[in-house]
């Protein structure tokens, strides 16, 4: 009886020996799997919130230099000289959509700058003023014809009442 034990006691060893392999097998392929599904599980900057915002950033870093056929494509602009501080300066309130759809003369754009200052806490360009505005006239001048020439031979008619 005493052989028989003995067995009895190596066939409980092996037996947990099998269990503990299967168990590590089985969380080893777990997480096999969700690496599978979740290959950034382990990518530290996906965890911090200080890597989430690197990769934002290099991202809209991207984008935010990428100019396609002569347009800056983040904006709308124009590339030329001068498109820099037109957008440090000019798309911080409002879109550059509303810089883009006006096209006006230098005094124009000139007095516009000058009543956002004046009434929109628009702040003092300093320098960059002429550099913008040249960049605005350049780019977005008032267009020859804006407006369709005027109608000619015409036949008016009398309104009845
Ligand atoms: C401090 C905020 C601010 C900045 C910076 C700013 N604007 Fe404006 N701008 C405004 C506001 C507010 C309006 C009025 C928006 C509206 O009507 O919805 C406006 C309107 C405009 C308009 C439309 C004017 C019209 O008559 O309809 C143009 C064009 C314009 N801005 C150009 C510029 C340019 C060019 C720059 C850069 C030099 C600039 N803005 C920077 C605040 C700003």
Redesign the pocket.
Same mark, same amino acid.
């Given at each position: 009886m005493k052989n028989g034990s003995k067995l009895k006691n190596e066939f409980k060893k092996v037996f947990r020996m099998v269990v503990v392999t299967v168990i590590i097998v089985a969380v080893f392929s777990l997480l096999l799997g969700y690496l599978l599904i979740n290959p950034k599980f382990f990518d530290n900057e996906n965890h911090s919130p200080k890597g989430a915002v690197e990769t934002i950033l290099e991202k809209d870093g991207d984008e935010y230099v990428k100019i396609e056929n002569g347009i800056h494509v983040a904006t709308g602009f124009v590339d030329a000289p001068g498109m820099q501080e &037109?957008i440090q300066?000019? &798309?911080?309130?409002?879109s550059s959509k509303?810089?883009i759809?006006?096209r006006?003369t230098k005094e124009r754009?000139k007095t516009?700058?000058k009543?956002?200052q004046e &009434?929109?806490?628009?702040?003092d360009?300093g320098k960059n003023?002429d550099i913008?505005i040249d960049y605005?006239v350049t780019n977005y001048p008032p267009k020859e014809k804006g407006r369709r020439e005027n109608l000619t031979n015409i036949e008016w008619y009398q309104l009845k009442d």
């Amino acid at each position: 009886m005493k052989n028989g034990s003995k067995l009895k006691n190596e066939f409980k060893k092996v037996f947990r020996m099998v269990v503990v392999t299967v168990i590590i097998v089985a969380v080893f392929s777990l997480l096999l799997g969700y690496l599978l599904i979740n290959p950034k599980f382990f990518d530290n900057e996906n965890h911090s919130p200080k890597g989430a915002v690197e990769t934002i950033l290099e991202k809209d870093g991207d984008e935010y230099v990428k100019i396609e056929n002569g347009i800056h494509v983040a904006t709308g602009f124009v590339d030329a000289p001068g498109m820099q501080e &037109t957008i440090q300066n000019c &798309t911080n309130c409002h879109s550059s959509k509303l810089v883009i759809q006006n096209r006006m003369t230098k005094e124009r754009w000139k007095t516009t700058i000058k009543w956002m200052q004046e &009434t929109q806490n628009l702040w003092d360009l300093g320098k960059n003023e002429d550099i913008i505005i040249d960049y605005l006239v350049t780019n977005y001048p008032p267009k020859e014809k804006g407006r369709r020439e005027n109608l000619t031979n015409i036949e008016w008619y009398q309104l009845k009442d």
